[in-house]
T-cell receptor, first 118, second 111 residues
Framework: KAGVTQTPRYLIKTRGQQVTLSCSPISGHRSVSWYQQTPGQGLQFLFEYFSETQRNKGNFPGRFSGRQFSNSRSEMNVSTLELGDSALYLC?????????????????FGSGTRLTVV | ELKVEQNPLFLSMQEGKNYTIYCNYSTTSDRLYWYRQDPGKSLESLFVLLSNGAVKQEGRLMASLDTKARLSTLHITAAVHDLSATYFCAVDTYNTDKLIFGTGTRLQVFP
């Protein structure tokens, strides 16, 4: 079956611009979460969506936002880009239910979007 | 706040040798995940450990979980060059789909 698809793979943006990243989860998965990976801070949780609702949010400024559509595809947006936003952004999908029961199979990650802010 | 610590951060080992990577976490969690990451690539799931005492093996890698000690280990047996990568452990908490990652262990296997 198809895995988690993230687009685009690479992006170069200028400071002050905004960017939108997309993630299509594995078919049937309703939970999508986003992570930022940088050499200095490692892998950090951004937010998680289930059935179009944000269930968890990490400790990031309001410039980082996201949403999920009825087909479970998710987007994240970063406004007013800063140099420090340069990172690998990863999304993950899981088969967790809406009642707090987590998937037995864990989380499958997409290939990531490499964002460079210049 | 849930924290996850891995050690060592860097591991350079000779082919054929054995070694263990340790993962400690700070609060109660009933499951733990191990991932592998190659340079410039995404995270590949290695193991999902679902309960206390869980042990899983795949090839030269074996992972275990002790929830009482809040400790997981990833044991490498007879290392080969293809195992060179960064290994992350991560935990999530009850009723969330939020992974907290360790710092990662960069493994380099040389001849």
């Amino acid at each position: 079956k198809a895995g988690v698809t993230q687009t685009p793979r690479y992006l170069i943006k200028t400071r002050g611009q905004q960017v939108t990243l997309s993630c299509s989860p594995i078919s049937g998965h309703r939970s999508v979460s986003w992570y930022q990976q940088t050499p200095g801070q490692g892998l950090q949780f951004l937010f998680e969506y289930f059935s179009e609702t944000q269930r968890n949010k990490g400790n990031f400024p309001g410039r980082f936002s996201g949403r999920q559509f009825s087909n479970s595809r998710s987007e994240m947006n970063v406004s007013t880009l800063e140099l420090g936003d340069s990172a690998l952004y990863l999304c993950a999908s899981s088969a967790s239910s809406g009642t707090g029961v987590r998937s037995l199979y864990g989380y499958t990650f997409g290939s990531g979007t490499r964002l460079t802010v210049v | 706040e849930l924290k996850v610590e891995q050690n060592p951060l860097f591991l350079s080992m000779q082919e054929g040798k054995n070694y263990t990577i340790y993962c400690n976490y700070s609060t109660t969690s009933d499951r733990l995940y191990w991932y592998r990451q190659d340079p410039g690539k995404s995270l590949e799931s290695l193991f999902v450990l679902l309960s206390n005492g869980a042990v899983k093996q795949e090839g030269r890698l074996m992972a275990s979980l002790d929830t009482k000690a809040r400790l997981s280990t990833l044991h490498i047996t007879a290392a080969v060059h293809d195992l060179s990568a960064t290994y992350f452990c991560a935990v999530d908490t009850y009723n969330t789909d939020k992974l907290i990652f360790g710092t990662g262990t960069r493994l380099q296997v040389f001849p």
